[in-house]
């Protein structure tokens, strides 16, 4: 067998948000100038977020409220994400949505109609107004042949008053009383990945994801064939990397590190 051949140049960037560029509303030191040097320097990048209550226009929103200028266009969702696969397996499909308006947006955007009567899906995404009367009707709906899907496992979510319940949670309540198990869109699926690769039109072998967690984000960048990045401020620290049977690329501080690596190149690309 002859050597391992290089990795081929960067030419695309996939980051987490939270905990990767913001602690709750706060920027993290370095990811402003990130975002700056990344739309400087012509590489495609999305800004990826397991979060499916938003637009992609209030997370911009957000996201510069605390420093950061990122497009509304470079921001792909776990509802976005979501409603690419209902659209690829069944187009003009019918949804019972349990979720808010970014999930309810990404779907009727691709064609899909809103509906209690006999759905294709029952879509649940994360929501700060879960009800009882609509994980009721979701039950039913999916005892009655609908097929399940979550946007993502994520079992809690921080707020500033302390943990919430989210997505994960409620998949489990409902596949407590069905019997059913979601199919789950958002990381650590790899399918999070590969949607968003086709959104840049980009190729595995030349994208870094860059990630703060090493249960989600670097073993779905790993799976999709992504070069990975963990950073150090947000879930996984330092001394927890050994305790998973896979590794990250490279692990670093914060993505404040990051910047020369993205400059250096975009001169490398810049010169071929």
Do not use: C
Not at 127 to 136: D, P
Not at 190 to 218: C, F, K, Q, Y
Request: proline share 7%; charged share 20%.
């Amino acid at each position: 067998m002859g050597p391992m051949t290089a990795p081929r140049t960067v030419e695309t960037w996939l980051t987490d948000m939270d905990g990767v560029l913001v602690h709750e509303e706060d920027a993290i030191p370095g990811a402003a100038e990130l975002v700056q040097a990344l739309r400087r320097s012509g590489m495609g990048f999305l800004v990826l977020t397991n979060n499916s209550i938003f637009t992609p226009r209030d997370l911009r929103a957000r996201l510069l409220l605390s420093g950061i200028d990122v497009p509304e266009s470079a921001i792909w969702t776990s509802a976005l994400a979501t409603a690419q696969f209902l659209l690829d397996q069944r187009p003009d499909g019918t949804a019972y949505v349990v979720g808010e308006a970014g999930l309810t947006t990404a779907l009727h955007d691709v064609g899909y109609v809103m509906t209690d009567r006999d759905p294709d899906y029952v879509v649940l995404g994360e929501t700060r107004t879960y009800s009882f009367e609509a994980i009721t009707k979701a039950i039913r709906l999916i005892e009655g042949g609908a097929r399940f899907i979550a946007t993502n496992p994520d079992p809690s979510g921080p707020s500033p008053a302390g943990t919430l319940p989210a997505t994960g949670s409620v998949a489990a309540l409902i596949s407590t009383a069905t019997g059913r198990q979601p199919y789950y869109i958002g990381k650590p699926n790899p399918l999070m990945m590969r949607s968003a690769l086709n959104r840049l039109d980009a190729h595995s072998e030349t994208t870094i994801m860059v990630g703060d967690r090493m249960d989600t984000d670097i073993i779905s960048g790993l799976e999709a064939g992504l070069r990975t990045v963990l950073v150090l401020t947000g879930s996984t620290q330092r001394h927890q990397i050994e305790q998973f049977p896979y590794r990250p690329s490279r692990v670093v501080d914060s993505v404040a590190d990051l910047v020369p690596f993205v400059e250096q190149s975009a001169a490398g690309r810049a010169e071929a």
